[in-house]
């Protein structure tokens, strides 16, 4: 279990993967529109739909340029859903606007 208090850039690689609950839907498409970001209900092409894992995790940066690997920076900049436990600790997280189901 993770300490609340301790920071994102302070977690072991493990501890940083383990706070992801792999509902994925971070690996949708994505429009960025005058800064602020849509989600579409377009899965990345590397996505399994079926277990909701990247089926190239190891190398997901390398088979796919737009993917990017999550770090502190990433969490921080808002593209992330508001529901993901990455971003629970940001005060007033908005969040992107998702894609009506
Ligand atoms: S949105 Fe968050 S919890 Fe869901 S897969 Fe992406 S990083 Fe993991
Ligand atoms: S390549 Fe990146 S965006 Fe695509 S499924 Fe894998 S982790 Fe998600």
Redesign the pocket.
């Known amino acids: 279990m993770i300490n609340e208090n301790k920071k994102l850039d302070e977690l072991t690689l493990s501890q940083w993967e383990s706070l992801c609950d792999r509902c994925a839907r ?2 949708y498409e994505k429009i960025d529109f005058n800064g602020r970001i849509f989600y579409t209900k377009k899965p ?1 092409d ?2 399994d739909l079926k277990t909701g894992l ?4 190891t190398e ?1 940066d390398q ?2 340029s737009d ?1 990017q690997r999550l770090t502190p920076g990433v969490v921080a900049a808002g593209i992330l859903p508001a529901d993901c436990p990455y971003v629970q600790h940001i005060e007033n997280y908005e969040g992107p606007t998702m894609e009506e189901e």
């Open positions: 971070c690996c990345c590397q996505l990247c089926r190239v995790y997901r088979v796919r993917c």
